[in-house]
């Protein structure tokens, strides 16, 4: 079977270390890669100020991540250099046109899945998809103000197709 596992990307600090959201949902993928061989990861995220200030792109540091839990480094397909959930899903469509996965998986937070699945419909919309949330083990404190933003992120995509 052809199956892939997108897992996006969130932020780490200017010495590459993962920041929780980020290990959450490397932790996911993690799970869910043991319980399904078969699968190959993408990882995404490039650089920028707000989320990966290194010289290298935050999808080294996912991989880094995995690679020392134990996933193989043959598993990985090429990262993808994305510098936000758009450019997640508008530099991931062509691999996925061309390898059109039987099984298309896309991992993120449980926060941020009703954004990701609003911008997926618009940019990529391949139908063989599922949506996996990684629980959050942010604070209740820590994750308010990203539910917030969410909130708005995601009305204001919803006024934009009326």
Do not use: W
């Not at 290990?23 to 996911?28: E, S, T």
């Not at 490039?46 to 792109?57: L, V």
């Not at 996912?62 to 043959?74: D, R, S, T, V």
């Amino acid at each position: 079977m052809n199956n892939i596992i997108i897992v996006l990307g969130a932020p780490n600090d200017a010495r590459g270390n993962l920041s929780q959201i980020a290990q959450d949902r490397l932790d996911c993928a993690y799970n869910l890669y043991q319980a399904n061989r078969s699968f190959r990861i993408v990882c995404t995220g490039g650089f920028g100020a707000h989320f990966n200030p290194t010289e290298k792109p935050h999808y080294f540091y996912a991989q880094k991540f995995l690679i020392e839990k134990g996933i193989p480094e043959h598993v990985f397909a090429a990262g993808v250099p994305s510098t936000n959930t758009i450019t997640d899903f508008q530099l991931s469509k062509k691999l996925i046109v061309e390898e059109n996965p039987d099984i298309l998986i896309i991992i993120t937070s449980d926060f941020h899945i009703e954004r990701a699945q609003i911008l997926y419909k618009r940019y990529i919309g391949y139908p063989k998809v599922v949506f996996i949330p990684a629980i959050s083990s942010l604070s209740k404190a820590e994750l308010a103000p990203l539910i917030e933003h969410e909130s708005g992120a995601v009305k204001r995509l919803l006024e934009e197709e009326v």
